[in-house]
């Protein structure tokens, strides 16, 4: 755990950055604008496709304008248009994206009007002329009358622009001003706007403002449905057309009961009409609602203007649909960027909120969003920062996609089944830089533990414990300390006389060959090569890493290499070289291990008194015929997973008290039921040898060598030839002591 502080504190700072952009405390563009870019890809990928034909968008074309004329067009032609949507086609109701700002003088009226007052004042035949004529040269008044008492709602502009000039007609706003004074909602506010002729806006059934939200991309994502302008509040073309549809039923505003002043708390808008049940329409902070695209361009039916106009238009197409008059010609400029195109009809974006407030299948955005985007980055930062450390690269990978997928199911859940928006990006942004941050860190950090580590036991330790002790580098040092720990010592029988015979190049490479060998085997079982002396191996267990099997992998090593030399001396014999043998020592006990030397050089071993005995064994193994042997505290520790031949109780040079000397002969249930026989006969027989009864010994090694000659039972027979000379004293332990080492 300690060693995995530093990544804890930066992993936390990391969290605490984006923690304070999704609390709103400071934004980070590039979060910002990842979110809209994966808004934009979710409506994408979920919208219905198809074409509604509910809604229909006469739409002033390139067509209409190249066969009707230039835009604008005269108020007789758009009175005609009128008339014909709801005489000859029968439409439902008929909203239009164009405002009609200024008066229509294209008729000439009012120059006739000036000649009557003028020149022509007595002129009585172009006086009633003028008054047969002025119905019909009155296209303000004839575009009035084609508007009156129908379902017609007019659009109309706000703007933002300072010291901008109002002009023409709004409607009577949904809420009047201070309704939401105490409330403290963040409505879209306007200073001034372009609305219709008086005459046509009391003419129509009712108006709406047609401004879209124009997010800090200049992507148009959201429309608002309520906006403030001196204090009250107007509301979205798309809702006052369904508001008519439906009866002109009252704007409620909805509130959570946990709504307080601190909270803007407008989380709906409830439409109550006398048929039907009631509707409800979500909206977020800025009273807006999210635009539900059902496809790219094309998802409503569209005709030309001047098709309509004409009579060409299918009244199929149009008996009983709801229709929207806009533009898509690019000269006229009502071309927007969306999530489903960079040159959208902006006619086509209200037939797409006009179809889902009627469906209710609007997106929510709600305010309390920002806490649940706190919560996700929060849950999935914190699980990151504290589990990764803990994992390798490669389950730490695995944890990081499940979370990652873990958090897209669950967004695209709540988008999918609640139609709620949840934030996605920061917590991506999460996942990905503590991911990076924590394999950064591995790569650059650990891996240069590693390489320390490596640089510093690499030399004696295999590499499988070197790559062990990485994972937890400061546990591992080559301070010195005291531990119980095996030592083994092996040396080649013999070797003045080996080197002697052989030319130096020859000596090197079997040299190479016999200690590459037997190195090979030390760490096969997790042993730290400690050093070669000359032909000689040293070699021990337990330490840097603990092992609580040391005895047991040092006698297996020991095993192991007896094992490999008839193999390694048959290739040497076929080269003409002697052949091999070796002696092997081993002992466990309190040692004390560390680096130890002098400036100028220094190693990594092993040091103390069990060390000195390892030693000593591998030094009397010759005295005894044996290949190994092991000392007491290490039989002691393996006797019931290995068979031992006891050989002997000595006392080594430099110590005074005898130990137990014992010859392995392999895992227990594994050595043949004669040689365990003979094992039986040879322990009876040391027991008698130290009883010093060397008669009966002497037979009972008769009787062994019969069996199976051994170079053990012709030493222990002259033992007994010179103890019988020199007799050892009623007081004698049994052990032999050894003058030389």
Do not use: C
Request: charged content about 20%.
């Amino acid at each position: 755990m300690k060693q995995h502080l530093p990544r804890y504190a930066l992993g936390l700072l990391l969290l605490l950055l984006l923690l304070g952009h999704s609390a709103r405390l400071y934004q980070i563009p590039l979060i910002n604008h990842l979110d809209s870019i994966i808004y934009d890809v979710k409506v994408r990928l979920t919208m219905p496709q198809g074409v509604d034909q509910r809604v229909v968008i006469v739409d002033i074309d390139e067509k209409s304008l190249a066969e009707q004329g230039r835009w604008p067009w005269g108020r007789d032609k758009l009175a005609s248009l009128v008339n014909a949507l709801f005489d000859r086609y029968g439409v439902k109701q008929v909203g239009f994206d164009v405002v009609f700002a200024e008066p229509d003088e294209s008729s000439g009226l009012k120059s006739l009007e000036i000649l009557a007052k003028g020149e022509l004042h007595d002129a009585g035949g172009f006086q009633s002329t003028l008054r047969e004529l002025r119905p019909r040269l009155d296209y303000d008044a004839r575009f009035a009358t084609a508007l009156q008492s129908r379902p017609v709602i007019l659009g109309y502009y706000f703007s933002s622009k300072e010291g901008g000039v109002s002009s023409g007609a709004v409607p009577p706003p949904a809420f009047p001003a201070g309704t939401f004074s105490g409330r403290r909602i963040a409505f879209t506010q306007w200073v001034s706007y372009g609305g219709n002729l008086p005459a046509f806006q009391q003419a129509a059934a009712g108006g709406g403002h047609f401004n879209p939200l124009v997010d800090f991309d200049g992507i148009s994502r959201r429309v608002p449905l309520l906006v403030e302008y001196n204090g009250a509040y107007y509301e979205a073309l798309a809702l006052a057309m369904v508001r008519n549809l439906l009866g002109n039923p009252a704007l409620t505003p909805g509130y959570p009961e946990s709504a307080s002043s601190t909270y803007a708390a407008m989380e709906w808008l409830d439409l109550k009409p006398k048929e039907g049940g009631p509707l409800r329409i979500p909206v977020d902070e800025n009273v807006a609602t999210l635009v539900p695209f059902r496809g790219y361009q094309g998802s409503f039916p569209y005709i030309s203007a001047t098709d309509v106009l004409s009579g060409r238009a299918s009244r199929d197409q149009l008996a009983g649909r709801v229709v929207l008059v806009g533009t898509t010609a690019p000269g006229l400029m009502d071309l927007r960027a969306t999530p489903v195109g960079a040159a959208y009809p902006g006619v086509e974006i209200h037939a797409n909120l006009i179809a889902g407030l009627l469906d209710g299948t609007l997106k929510h955005k709600p305010a309390y969003i920002l806490g649940a985007d706190v919560l996700t980055v929060l849950l999935a930062g914190s699980l990151l920062i504290f589990l990764l450390p803990m994992l390798s690269p490669l389950r730490a990978t695995v944890f990081a996609i499940i979370v990652l997928l873990l958090l897209l199911s669950l967004n695209f859940a709540f988008w999918h089944v609640a139609n709620v928006v949840l934030p996605l990006a920061n917590a991506l942004m999460a996942i990905i830089a503590l991911y990076a941050m924590n394999m950064s860190w591995g790569y650059f950090v650990e891996s240069r533990s590693k390489r320390q580590l490596t640089g510093l036991f690499g030399q004696y330790v295999p590499p499988e414990l070197v790559e062990e002790m990485s994972r937890d580098p400061e546990n591992y040092s080559m301070a010195g300390r005291k531990a119980e720990l095996t030592v083994l010592f092996s040396d080649v029988r013999g070797f003045t006389t080996i080197s002697e015979g052989l030319e130096p190049e020859q000596l090197a490479t079997l040299m190479n060959e016999y200690l590459g060998a037997m190195t090979v085997i030390v760490r096969k079982h997790r042993g730290t090569l400690d050093k070669y002396i000359g032909d000689a191996i040293m070699a021990f267990w337990g330490a840097p890493v603990d092992d609580p099997e040391h005895a047991k992998h040092a006698v297996l090593t020991a095993l192991e290499m007896q094992a490999a030399l008839p193999a390694l001396n048959k290739e040497l014999a076929a080269r003409g070289w002697p052949t091999l043998k070796i002696g092997i020592g081993v002992n466990s006990g309190p040692m004390t291990v560390g680096d130890m030397g002098s400036p100028v050089r220094q190693s990594y071993t092993v040091m103390g008194d069990a060390v000195n005995l390892g030693s000593r064994l591998e030094g009397i193994t010759k005295q005894y015929g044996v290949g190994i042997i092991v000392g007491e505290l290490t039989r002691e520790q393996l006797k019931k997973e290995f068979a031992f031949r006891e050989l002997d109780r000595v006392r080594v040079k430099g110590k005074d008290e005898p130990v137990g000397i014992y010859e392995p002969l392999g895992q227990e249930g594994q050595a043949p039921r004669d040689e365990l026989e003979e094992l039986k006969l040879w322990q009876q027989a040391l027991r008698v040898y130290r009883t010093q009864d060397w008669d009966q010994a002497e037979v009972m090694l008769l009787n062994l060598t019969r069996i199976k000659p051994r170079y053990l039972y012709e030493l222990y027979g002259q033992r007994i030839q010179h103890l019988r000379k020199a007799s050892p004293g009623a007081d004698w332990d049994g052990a032999w002591t050894f003058d030389t080492k």
